[in-house]
C-alpha cells in the first residue's frame, strides 16, 4: 500500500513507502519533512495536502482521505482564536519568535503525519487480516465439502464390496 504526500501537484517527497511497523514512522516522516521543508523554503509549493488511508467506522475495511496541512485554514484559525484559554496565564514566546512559529509549524506537521502513516498502517494491517480471515473462512468451507466428498466416496466403495459379497454369496 503507498500513501503520497503531494505540494500543489508536484511530488514534493515522491511517493513513500508506507512504513511497516510503529517503530519505523518516526524515520519516514523525519525523510518527509526534511524534503518538504527544503521545498517549502525555497518557496516552490504554496499548499501542502496529505492523501493517505484510514480505518472505516462503518465498513471494517478502509477509506481515501485527504488533509490540508499547510497552509493553515482561516477558518480552522477563527475557530482556535474565538475558543477561551484553559488557564489565565497566556503563553509566552522567549527568544525568536520566528524560529519558536517555524518549531510549533514543524511539530505540527510531524503530529499530522505520525497519525496519517499510524491510520494507513491500521488500515493495511486490518485489510489483510479480514483477508486472512476470508481465506480462513473457506478453507473451512472446502475441507468441509472435501470431507463431505470423501465420506460418500467411501461409503460408495462400502456399498460395492457389499453388494459384491451378497451377490457371491447368492450365485
Known amino acids: 500500500m503507498y500513501d503520497h504526500l503531494i505540494a500543489a501537484n508536484i511530488p514534493v517527497a515522491g511517493q ?35 492523501f493517505h488511508h484510514r480505518p472505516s467506522a462503518t465498513s471494517g475495511q478502509y477509506e481515501p482521505h485527504w488533509r490540508r496541512l499547510l497552509p493553515l485554514d482561516n477558518q480552522w ?11 489565565n496565564k497566556l503563553p509566552q514566546s522567549l527568544g525568536n519568535e520566528q524560529a519558536t512559529l517555524s518549531a510549533l509549524v514543524r511539530e505540527y506537521l510531524f503530529a499530522c503525519l505520525y497519525q496519517a502513516c499510524a491510520e494507513s498502517l491500521a488500515s493495511e494491517h486490518a485489510s489483510r487480516l479480514a483477508a486472512m480471515q476470508r481465506a480462513d473462512q473457506n478453507i473451512d ?31
Open 16 to 50: 513513500i513507502n508506507l512504513p511497516n511497523s510503529v517503530s519505523t514512522i518516526t524515520d519516514t516522516i523525519g525523510q518527509i519533512l526534511h524534503t518538504t521543508t527544503k521545498e517549502w523554503h525555497c518557496e516552490q509549493v504554496t499548499d501542502l495536502c496529505l
Open 141 to 171: 468451507e472446502m475441507l468441509a465439502q472435501l470431507q463431505h466428498v470423501y465420506h460418500q466416496q467411501r461409503q460408495n466403495q462400502i456399498d460395492s464390496e457389499l453388494f459384491d459379497v451378497i451377490a457371491s454369496f447368492t450365485q
Open 77 to 87: 484559525q477563527l475557530q482556535i482564536q474565538q475558543q477561551p484559554w484553559p488557564s
